[in-house]
């Protein structure tokens, strides 16, 4: 039987990292046999890609230029990882995945959602999430959360309009999407995991 593919998406610093190892601590104790990636990076090749994108010193970075580039570590990453896991029936839970690229290039950086989707066409249409997570938790909120942006990454040096408009476009991909499911970033770590654990289980990815 082949696995299920389940995303987390949000704003950085919404808790994914956190709700990631408590699953990955659960599904360990239940016996599952599950693999957990990253976009982007989860292989050689886009984990290459994935140091150019966040590297703080490309600042001269065209939009589209990174757009393609999360698109092509996407193509390789799922070659590389997901699709061998999924057809070893495992349950992949990846950290980030398309909606990001909709959300940060597409609504953020203004490409658009129908570029986006161009060229992710592949993703799109070969490797759509059984279920995505959207952590629901302001940029303010997430950056008072964790201290403040990091200074060696990129994007989270974008600044807070920049991010704003991140979080404009994931609630319109959370309302109009599917297999999309939004929990509150806002409550306790145990309390965000019991929605999570909720959601995977109704969706029978547990």
Do not use: W
């Amino acid at each position: 039987m082949r696995g299920k593919f389940i995303t987390f998406e949000g704003c950085d610093g919404c808790g994914k990292s956190t709700q990631l190892k408590k699953l990955s601590d659960y599904l360990t104790e239940k016996g599952v046999a599950h693999v957990f990636t990253r976009e982007p990076g989860g292989g050689k090749i886009s984990e290459q890609i994935r140091e150019i994108l966040l590297n703080g010193k490309n600042g001269e970075m065209t939009d589209e230029c990174e757009a393609l580039l999360y698109a092509a570590a996407r193509a390789q990453h799922l070659s590389d990882k997901v699709e061998p896991a999924l057809s070893e029936g495992k349950l992949v839970i990846c950290d980030r995945y398309i909606h990001s690229s909709y959300a940060y290039q597409g609504y953020a950086r203004g490409l658009g959602v129908d570029f986006v989707k161009k060229i992710n066409a592949y993703a799109e249409e070969s490797y759509s999430p059984d279920l995505t997570i959207f952590i629901n938790l302001s940029p303010k909120d997430a950056f008072a959360r964790k201290k403040g942006a990091d200074e060696n990454d990129r994007l989270e040096q974008a600044g807070l309009a920049f991010h704003e408009r991140v979080y404009e476009g994931y609630l319109a991909l959370a309302k109009d999407g599917k297999n999309i499911v939004t929990v509150d970033g806002k409550g306790t770590p145990d309390e965000i995991f019991a929605e999570v654990l909720t959601a995977l289980k109704k969706a029978n990815c547990l």
